[in-house]
C-alpha cells in the first residue's frame, strides 16, 4: 500500500525547475505531523533536502538547496510539493517523499516513505 506518492520529476538542463509534488493517502495523513524530502544520489546515502510541520508550516532546509528550493504545502489536497530552481548537476538524484512526527533531518525518524521521482540536472 502506497502511503505517499512523489511526482514532478524529470529530465532538465542546469539552472532550471522541477515541482515535485507528494501526495499523502487518508490514512498517513491522519498518522504525521510532519513532510520532508530527502534525495539520494547513486553512491551516496540518503540525504535531508527539506521538511514542513503540516500544522504551522514551519520549514527547515539543508544548506545545499537553501535560497534554491522552497516546501509548501496545501492541506486539503493533503499535498506537499518541492519547488526547485537553479538547479544543478550536482542535484541529481532519487527524490522521496517522507512524513514522521517530528522535524527531523534524520531518515529513521520518518515511518512512511514513498517511493521515489527521478531528477536529472543535465550539464
Known amino acids: 500500500q502506497v502511503q505517499l506518492r512523489e511526482s514532478g520529476g524529470g529530465l532538465v538542463e542546469t539552472g532550471g525547475s522541477l515541482r515535485l509534488s507528494c501526495a499523502a493517502s487518508?490514512?498517513?495523513?491522519?498518522?504525521?505531523?510532519?513532510v520532508a524530502w530527502f534525495r539520494q544520489a547513486p553512491g551516496k546515502d540518503r540525504e535531508f533536502v527539506a521538511t514542513i510541520g503540516w500544522i504551522g508550516g514551519s520549514t527547515d532546509y539543508a544548506d545545499s538547496v537553501k535560497g534554491r528550493f522552497t516546501i509548501s504545502r496545501d492541506n486539503a489536497k493533503k499535498t506537499v510539493y518541492l519547488e526547485m530552481n537553479s538547479l544543478k548537476p550536482e542535484d541529481t538524484a532519487i527524490y522521496y517523499c517522507a512524513g514522521g512526527n517530528t522535524r527531523s533531518w534524520v531518515v529513521k525518524e520518518y515511518g512512511y516513505w514513498g517511493r521515489g521521482t527521478q531528477v536529472t540536472v543535465s550539464s
Open positions: 487518508e490514512r498517513t495523513f491522519a498518522h504525521i505531523y510532519t
